[in-house]
């Protein structure tokens, strides 16, 4: 086993952190790490926490990390930042605005950059997450970057998932129709403090009604994580819910959806790598340039690409034989 996966292991801070830049760098020794940690996963209840912008996610994470370690679970946070345009980094707006768990061994925060990602996530999170997770993290919580409703990619990497409303934001229920409602375990109305949360509350419960029948009925909770009011009833739904999935088999079920999805992202990146690398970069390129030139469309370039890929791979075996 790589020493930098036995110190992660036993919790050395340090030597997990270090996974977490390898992996999202794509480092070579990417591969390995994940490979020895992956049997160590799996143990702990993954929470993803998404909705639209302004509605308070990050502080609502801080207070929710800070309620868990009351009760001594340990916790992760894995919070997507949007990406410099300029280096490509995170601009780290999330770890600066969780700051108060600096000195907490219990808690490790890391924020990742979305890096042209789409749905909220970058590629990374799934994986950043495992390593929390193999590093005895009893609770991950992954933020979303706070793009609104096209953050449902989310679902795939976590075992519960918050969508946090607020008032005010003009038509609450309109901003998350596209998919959001849909994937939500716990329905949190931030800022409860302000008018309009009450009526945010009902209309959330009156979208729910609208849903098909399920054994699940995703609670509508008020908090105001300044405060830290209803912070506590959320922790304890969240509970709730896990105990839930684990009685009614939904935890094996979205332990092989995250499986499925990371097999799928890992798959995806590896044919773009094999199809337009090494000696098809050429090649690439050129149908690239058709296909901006409008002398090619887009489906006739990648079957072409993935049709020389599939004859070289044939044409390699025959030389194995």
Same mark, same amino acid.
């Given at each position: 086993?790589?020493?930098?996966?036995?110190?992660?292991?036993?919790?050395?801070?340090?030597?997990?952190?270090?996974?977490?830049?390898?992996?999202?760098?794509?480092?070579?020794?990417?591969?390995?790490?994940?490979?020895?940690?992956?049997?160590?996963?799996?143990?702990?209840?993954?929470? $993803?926490?998404?909705?639209?912008?302004?509605? &308070?996610?990050?502080?609502? #994470? =801080?207070? *929710?990390?800070?309620?868990?370690?009351?009760?001594?679970?340990?916790?992760?946070?894995?919070?997507?930042?949007?990406?410099?345009?300029?280096?490509? $980094?995170?601009?780290?707006?999330?770890?600066?605005?969780?700051?108060?768990?600096?000195?907490?061994?219990?808690?490790? #925060?890391?924020?990742?950059?979305?890096? &042209? %990602?789409? $749905?909220?996530?970058?590629?990374?999170?799934?994986?950043?997450?495992?390593?929390? =997770?193999?590093?005895?993290?009893?609770?991950?919580?992954?933020?979303?970057? &706070?793009?609104?409703?096209?953050?449902?990619?989310?679902?795939?990497?976590?075992?519960?998932?918050?969508?946090?409303?607020?008032?005010?934001?003009?038509?609450?229920?309109? +901003?998350?129709?596209?998919?959001?409602?849909?994937? +939500?375990?716990?329905?949190?109305?931030?800022?409860?403090?302000?008018?309009?949360?009450?009526?945010?509350?009902? =209309?959330?419960?009156?979208?729910?009604?609208?849903?098909?029948?399920?054994?699940?009925?995703?609670?509508?909770?008020?908090?105001?994580?300044?405060?830290?009011?209803?912070? %506590?009833?959320?922790?304890?739904?969240?509970?709730?819910? *896990?105990?839930?999935? %684990?009685?009614?088999?939904?935890?094996?079920?979205?332990?092989?959806?995250?499986?499925?999805?990371?097999?799928?992202?890992?798959? +995806?990146?590896?044919?773009?790598?094999?199809? &337009?690398?090494?000696?098809?970069?050429?090649?690439?390129?050129?149908?690239?340039?058709?296909?901006?030139?409008?002398?090619?469309?887009?489906?006739? +370039?990648?079957?072409?690409?993935?049709?020389?890929?599939?004859?070289?791979?044939?044409?390699?075996?025959?030389?194995?034989?």
């Amino acid at each position: 086993m790589l020493e930098i996966v036995q110190k992660l292991l036993a919790g050395d801070r340090r030597a997990l952190s270090r996974a977490m830049s390898l992996v999202e760098d794509e480092e070579p020794e990417a591969r390995q790490i994940m490979r020895e940690v992956h049997p160590e996963s799996g143990k702990a209840h993954v929470i $993803g926490v998404t909705g639209p912008p302004g509605v &308070g996610k990050s502080t609502l #994470v =801080d207070a *929710l990390a800070a309620e868990y370690r009351r009760t001594g679970a340990t916790v992760g946070i894995v919070a997507v930042d949007p990406s410099s345009p300029f280096t490509g $980094g995170a601009l780290l707006g999330d770890r600066i605005r969780m700051q108060r768990h600096t000195l907490d061994p219990g808690v490790f #925060v890391r924020s990742l950059a979305t890096r &042209g %990602k789409t $749905g909220g996530i970058s590629a990374a999170t799934g994986a950043v997450a495992k390593l929390l =997770d193999a590093s005895g993290r009893d609770i991950v919580i992954i933020e979303t970057v &706070g793009a609104g409703q096209s953050e449902v990619e989310i679902m795939k990497h976590v075992a519960s998932v918050i969508v946090v409303m607020a008032p005010g934001l003009g038509d609450d229920i309109q +901003a998350i129709k596209a998919g959001i409602l849909e994937i +939500a375990d716990v329905f949190v109305v931030n800022k409860a403090d302000l008018d309009g949360a009450a009526r945010t509350a009902r =209309d959330l419960e009156s979208a729910l009604d609208l849903r098909a029948a399920a054994a699940w009925v995703p609670p509508v909770l008020l908090t105001v994580s300044r405060s830290g009011e209803g912070v %506590k009833e959320l922790r304890e739904k969240l509970e709730e819910h *896990l105990a839930f999935l %684990k009685r009614e088999g939904g935890w094996e079920q979205r332990l092989a959806r995250s499986a499925r999805a990371e097999m799928e992202d890992i798959l +995806a990146r590896k044919l773009v790598r094999e199809v &337009g690398g090494g000696d098809s970069w050429q090649r690439a390129q050129d149908h690239v340039k058709a296909v901006a030139a409008r002398e090619m469309d887009p489906y006739t +370039a990648a079957d072409e690409l993935v049709q020389a890929y599939l004859e070289r791979m044939g044409a390699g075996r025959g030389r194995d034989r």
